[in-house]
């Protein structure tokens, strides 16, 4: 198990520094980090619900919402940075589906946990 303190690190790391923003496009994030946004990706903290609309495997729901794993972005580019702004705002206007997504997927998500979901869906391309 990682300590608190690796954890904060790395997402100060992934999510703050100088060094994030000019992250490459093969980009990994600390275990712990990626771990911490799956648990909140599939309802294990925060309260998170992006699974009940992206699916359990992040793959989308026809009509509800997109795909997260493949290379297609409606929103924008892929990029970590636009990931948690939009996780932040959500999706006010859906290109393709019936109804909106609610700002932090309509769950109460600490900045740090906005963070680190970012960083699991960053990562699933990786796993692709
Ligand atoms: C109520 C259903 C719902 C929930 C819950 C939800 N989303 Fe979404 N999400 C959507 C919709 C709808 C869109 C926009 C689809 C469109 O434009 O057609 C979207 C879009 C996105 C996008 C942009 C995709 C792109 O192709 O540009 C990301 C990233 C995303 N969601 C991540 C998340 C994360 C992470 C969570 C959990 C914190 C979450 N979503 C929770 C419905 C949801």
New binding site residues.
């Given amino acids: 198990m990682y300590s608190l303190i690796s954890l904060a690190a790395g997402l100060a790391l992934a999510g703050n520094g100088p060094a994030a923003r000019a992250a490459p496009a093969d980009t990994t994030f600390p275990p712990a980090v990626v771990a911490l946004g799956d648990s ?2 599939h309802g294990r903290a925060g309260g ?3 699974f ?3 699916g359990p495997n992040a793959k989308g729901t026809p009509g ?3 795909d ?1 794993t493949d290379a ?5 580019d892929g990029s970590y940075a636009f ?1 948690v702004r ?2 932040t705002t ?2 006010p206007k ?4 019936a ?4 700002p ?4 109460t ?1 600490s900045d740090l946990q906005v963070r680190a ?2 960083a699991y ?1 960053y990562s699933l391309r990786l796993a692709r």
């Fill in positions: 909140v990706f998170g619900i992006c009940t609309c992206h509800l919402a997109p997260l297609r972005w409606l929103h924008g990931l939009t996780v959500g999706v859906p290109r393709e589906a109804a909106p997504m609610p932090k997927g309509g769950a998500l979901v970012a869906v």
